[in-house]
T-cell receptor, first 112, second 113 residues
Framework: GENVEQHPSTLSVQEGDSAVIKCTYS??????FPWYKQELGKRPQLIID?????GEKKDQRIAVTLNKTAKHFSLHITETQPEDSAVYFC???????????FGAGTTVTVRA | DTAVSQTPKYLVTQMGNDKSIKCEQN?????MYWYKQDSKKFLKIMFS???????INETVPNRFSPKSPDKAHLNLHINSLELGDSAVYFC????????????FGQGTRLTVV
């Protein structure tokens, strides 16, 4: 089945700096890669996603890149703000699209 | 208009008891999931149903029995609760084959004492 690995597990950045989280996946047939943000005590919510026919996608301060050959994808947050502090999860669908597997999560702390 | 709702939000119970968590979605999705999030925050998939049919069962103990009466509902019944079952359980739904996001319920914090 799909295996998603995520690094780093924790990330502390100064406000205004950038944060980068990296994920790798195992199933070469995976074709959908969402990123979720989970604030303390809340449900995970989608912040950005990318499909396999696209290499990069940007939405204001967040961007995601996908390298299908290397089977890895990354989340970039620029000009970080204290409200960006949360746990971020990458995910990937399996070859039949039924399974959505998550990485282990990255706890991001933005220092004011 | 809550898209994915699960009840209860909190559940405290003694070891050995049987409990159920209910989930409903009004998004018209055909696929529903149960995830377990332990203290380390890892979101582990437990089950996936598509149009009421069990598609994925991720080596979950058979004390956990999901039931989907229709494609808008996916309930989770847990028998003989153990201390290690304490976690937050999330229900989620999405449209299979559409490469679209999964929407999560608010979670049920289960504490077994």
């Amino acid at each position: 089945g799909e295996n998603v690995e995520q690094h780093p597990s924790t990330l502390s950045v100064q406000e205004g700096d950038s944060a980068v989280i990296k994920c790798t996946y195992s199933d070469s047939a995976s074709n959908y890669f969402p990123w979720y943000k989970q604030e303390l005590g809340k449900r995970p919510q989608l912040i950005i996603d990318i499909r396999s026919n696209v290499g990069e996608k940007k939405d204001q301060r967040i961007a995601v890149t996908l390298n299908k050959t290397a089977k890895h994808f990354s989340l970039h947050i620029t000009e970080t703000q204290p409200e960006d502090s949360a746990v971020y999860f990458c995910a990937a669908t399996g070859s039949n699209d039924y399974k959505l597997s998550f990485g282990a999560g990255t706890t991001v702390t933005v220092r004011a | 208009d809550t898209a994915v709702s699960q009840t209860p939000k909190y559940l405290v119970t003694q070891m050995g008891n049987d409990k159920s968590i209910k989930c409903e979605q009004n998004l018209g999705h055909d696929t529903m999931y149960w995830y377990k999030q332990d203290s380390k925050k890892f979101l582990k998939i437990m089950f996936s149903y598509n149009n009421k049919e069990l598609i994925i069962n991720e080596t979950v103990p058979n004390r956990f029995s999901p039931k989907s009466p229709d494609k808008a509902h996916l309930n989770l019944h847990i028998n003989s609760l153990e201390l290690g079952d304490s976690a937050v359980y999330f229900c989620a739904s999405r449209l299979q084959g559409a490469n679209t996001e999964a929407f999560f319920g608010q979670g049920t914090r289960l504490t077994v004492v």
